[in-house]
């Protein structure tokens, strides 16, 4: 019984022993944290065509109110609202009777004076009517051909043409209306729609910047190509065609500070109409060895800052407060901060700070794009 008894406490002791040893073990050093991996793009200076994108609406190349030059009641509308015309079209026709009569009165009157001074010609030489009366006669006939011609005039009135071609709206008035000459309300109005205006507004401010940015060789002029225009639609989709700058404001809006420019575009499926809303994309010129960089790589700090993080020489990260201007497709234009070799973190910023090593690689192109596309 001692025996067991010994033996039990002999084995507790080994327990115990081995429990406290085991605390007094050193612990395993911890393992290294891998060098994170990060995907760069390495930028390179390029030459850029800039462009201003303005809103604008579109207005009518040409516009025509169709009026009536004589009085009467409108006997016929002879054209279908809403339908393309031509020009000489005939829109309505006004009561003729009462300008038929007239003009039947002026040629018998004529007629009449006409044959009058016939005999007088005949007559002065014999001396049988003086060279007064004649000349009186003559005057009469003149006067009465005059008439016929008014009367005429008149009459071709009563046949209401179209002044331009184009696409006619709906018509103010019906058969049986009462129209006058002179009247403030339009029969109908004519729009030609084939070309087309677009009016944008710039800021004048911008201006004077681009043509500092010309004159002292920031920017090359955009060559042949400065005048062509081209467009985008209210949904967003781009309109097929390019249009041409025509000319712009010689003054400059008091309330806004903007000038207006008007370019000119072709429309043969009458696709742009007057008063749509479009944007309009003008050629500024070409920035010479501009720094693009992809947008999925600058950040903005907490004042609003634009920074960007590039990998060193050492393949240490380091952090760079940008000056950006415009954006270009999934870019920013940078004007300072970056320079041509620079290698600019595009994946895994989530991961570095500055002045962590890290191991860079090239990112896919596709890659940047697609995070571009999804940034927008």
């Known amino acids: 019984m001692q025996a067991r008894t010994a033996l039990s406490l002999g084995v507790r002791c080994a327990l115990f022993t081995g429990v406290l040893s085991g605390c007094h073990q050193e612990p395993a050093a911890p393992a290294a944290a891998p060098t994170p991996q990060v995907g760069v793009v390495t930028l390179r200076p390029q030459n850029v065509g800039l462009a201003s994108d303005l809103p604008g609406r579109t207005s009518a190349y040409r516009v025509a109110e169709v009026r009536p030059q004589v009085d009467g009641i409108i006997l016929k509308r002879l054209f279908k609202e809403g339908a393309d015309i031509k020009a000489g079209q005939q829109l309505y026709q006004i009561d ?86 002179g009247q403030s309300t339009a029969l109908a109005t004519i729009q030609q729609l084939d070309p087309i205006y677009v009016d944008v ?101 907490l004042k609003g800052t634009p920074t960007a993080m590039v990998v060193a020489a050492d393949n240490k990260v380091e952090l760079r407060q940008l000056k950006t201007g415009r954006s270009i497709g999934g870019s920013w234009l940078v004007e300072g901060g970056l320079q041509a070799g620079d290698r600019l973190i595009v994946e895994g910023l989530q991961f570095v700070k500055p002045g962590v090593t890290v191991e860079p690689h090239e990112a896919q192109a596709s890659t940047v794009a697609s995070a571009a596309d999804t940034a927008e």
Do not use: C, W
Request: proline fraction near 5%; aromatic fraction near 6%.
């Open 96 to 181: 003729p009777a009462s300008y038929e009569a007239t003009l039947a009165n002026a040629q018998a009157s004529a007629e009449q004076y006409r044959s009058l001074a016939g005999r007088y010609r005949q007559l002065i030489d014999e001396q049988a009517v003086s060279r007064q009366e004649y000349d009186t006669a003559h005057a009469q006939q003149l006067q009465a051909d005059a008439q016929v011609k008014t009367a005429q005039i008149n009459l071709r009135y009563t046949q209401v043409l179209a002044p331009i071609s184009g696409r006619v709206g709906r018509s103010a008035v019906t058969e049986g209306a009462l129209v006058a000459n």
């Open 201 to 301: 507004t710039q800021p004048y401010a911008n201006v004077l910047k681009l043509r500092r940015a010309l004159g002292s060789g920031q920017l090359q002029k955009a060559g042949d190509n400065a005048a062509q225009v081209s467009l985008t639609l209210e949904d967003g989709s781009p309109y097929a065609l390019p249009g041409t700058l025509e000319f712009s404001e010689v003054s400059v809006d008091e309330a806004t500070g903007s000038v207006t420019l008007r370019a000119v575009f072709p429309n043969p499926d009458h696709l742009l109409l007057p008063g749509m809303f479009v944007h309009a994309k003008l050629p500024e010129g070409i920035a010479q060895q501009a720094i693009l960089a992809p947008q999925v790589g600058v950040t903005r700090d």
